[in-house]
């Protein structure tokens, strides 16, 4: 730390801008509710740690109560096995040689687990296993409706599990089916209606593949949107929600039983007219790849354009509330993707820095 930059102790205000913040109160109260929300179901939380990329958060999760981890990317599971979580699901493919490599040598070190849903990628990653005398955990990825990756429902499935049981240096674990496609519908009935529909192919597929003689132990899916519909769907075994320990300004139009901890500081720098305001936060620190951010405890904006190092706020009337150099907290329209541009996370409780946090998977994207 150098001489400008602010430590624990110092107060929110002292903090230079942009930087990432998250209230500790709210983000311990968002932990408590899903760790309640869980204690009264039968299904286990793994949360997706592509939405805080940030051991130290990964660790409080699993004292509250998670089975482990989701990891998007081969180079954020490296860094959470680094730091102790023993237990992670990859849901996602890991294609190529440079990556099994490298994936094979998380998988010594704990539970590891990655999707797959293609036979080839399948016989790649036995021949490595078996190379490096492990056994890797698989399970299939299950298009469950979102049409992004994934293997049909039913036979298709079926097939690739019966694929998998023939590779004795894979362990075949179970299925997975993100229903992407579902979580911030709008309206709460047709969500349900949605996540049921997506979550019935996910446990017939399971049926089938039961009656294929085959074991399936893990069965998961659901995200912050759905996590109420597919946390007690009969047959899902684990929840992947990510995004309940933050929210943003998108989610919280689905979804309020969780309130918004992460916020960018940032410094209003110009007044250029009476109804704009322009802060020192644009997209290399606020993600701009959809919705609208919003700044905290100020009327909203009739629109709000980012450039990289500038977010342009405009009003409707006078704004006399911002003057230049105020400082003012900023909520993303998009934690995950705002989590990832920056590599630290000062933790805040009632206006003192408490704690920060290192954002260690910050640009792990390979
Ligand atoms: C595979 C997978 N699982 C779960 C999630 C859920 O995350 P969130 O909590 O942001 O809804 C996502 C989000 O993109 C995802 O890609």
Redesign the pocket.
Known sequence: MDMYESGVGSRVVQIDTPSLLVDLDVFEANLARMSEFLRQGSTKLRP?SK?NKCPVIAQKQVAAGAIGI?C?KLGEAEVMASHGIRDILI?NQIVGPIKIARLMAVARGCDLKVAVDNPGNVDALAEAASAARLRLGVVIEVNVGMNRCGVLPGEPTVELARHIMRRPSLQFRGLMG?E?HC?DLPDFQERKTQTEKAMALLVQTRDAVQAANIEVDIVSGG???TYMITGRYPGITEI?????VFMDTTYRQALTDFDNSLTVLSTVISRPANNRVVLDCGVKTLAGDYGTPAIEGVRPALSCGLSEEHSTWVYDSNMQDLAVGDKVRVIPAHC?ATINLHDRLFAVRREVVEDIWEIAGCGKTR
């Open positions: 997706h939405s989701c998007q849901t993100y992407g979580v995200g912050t949107g992947e929600a990510g995004s309940y995950c």
